[in-house]
T-cell receptor
């Protein structure tokens, strides 16, 4: 089974620019997550989708971050405008459903550097 | 609110030696607990999970973890470490009600000496 695909792997931009990340979850997985992992820290959930609806976006900085999951499959996460503190690895994960016993499978992430 | 503490930021062990990585959690009910491993430049891979039942759980790559409710701990162990085990290890807790986000600890970086 193919894993969670993310692109690009690396992105370097200047502050105040915009950037977008793409995620393709494992086929059949209804739940999709975006995490932010700052260097030296564990991942922090930004947003969770169930099919194409948002379940939890309480930790998403909505003044600059947005995410969508059209058609309940692929998802994009956008930052506009970027700040220096947004430098991090952005991880996408998917699972069959929302239940705690349904494991989350992670992609390799996108490493974002803000100059 | 749930939280996870991994008190050791960095651990170095010799190849073939035993390993124990500590994890303490804070959660009101019976938690769902996980250990993930992250190699450089890669995503997180699930090593093992605890939901209920036997408090000693077996995972992949020869790892095991023991849930101790009285100590609010879920320590990860391996009897003999291989050089390929060098990576970052994350403990995580999750609720099955309300906000179901995975809450991660800050990680322990494992270095393996030849």
């Amino acid at each position: 089974e193919a894993g969670v695909a993310q692109s690009p792997r690396y992105k370097i931009i200047e502050k105040r620019q915009s950037v977008a990340f793409w995620c393709n979850p494992i086929s059949g997985h209804a739940t999709l997550y975006w995490y932010q992992q700052i260097l030296g820290q564990g991942p922090k959930l930004l947003i969770q989708f169930q099919n194409n609806g948002v379940v939890d976006d309480s930790q998403l900085p909505k003044d600059r971050f947005s995410a969508e999951r059209l058609k309940g499959v692929d998802s994009t996460l956008k930052i506009q405008p970027a700040k220096l503190e947004d430098s991090a690895v952005y991880l996408c994960a998917s699972s069959l459903g929302q239940r705690a016993y349904q494991p989350q499978h992670f992609g390799d992430g996108t490493r974002l550097s803000i100059l | 609110a749930q939280s996870v503490t991994q008190p050791d930021i960095h651990i170095t062990v010799s190849e073939g030696a035993s390993l124990e990585l500590r994890c303490n959690y804070s959660y009101g009910a019976t938690p769902y607990l996980f250990w993930y491993v992250q190699s450089p430049g890669q995503g997180l891979q699930l090593l093992l999970k605890y939901f209920s039942g036997d408090t000693l759980v077996q995972g992949i790559k020869g790892f095991e973890a023991e849930f101790k409710r009285s100590q609010s701990s879920f320590n990860l162990r391996k009897p003999s470490v291989h050089w390929s085990d060098a990576a970052e290890y994350f403990c995580a807790v999750r609720s099955d009600t309300g906000r179901r986000a995975l809450t991660f600890g800050s990680g322990t970086r494992l270095q393996v000496q030849p």
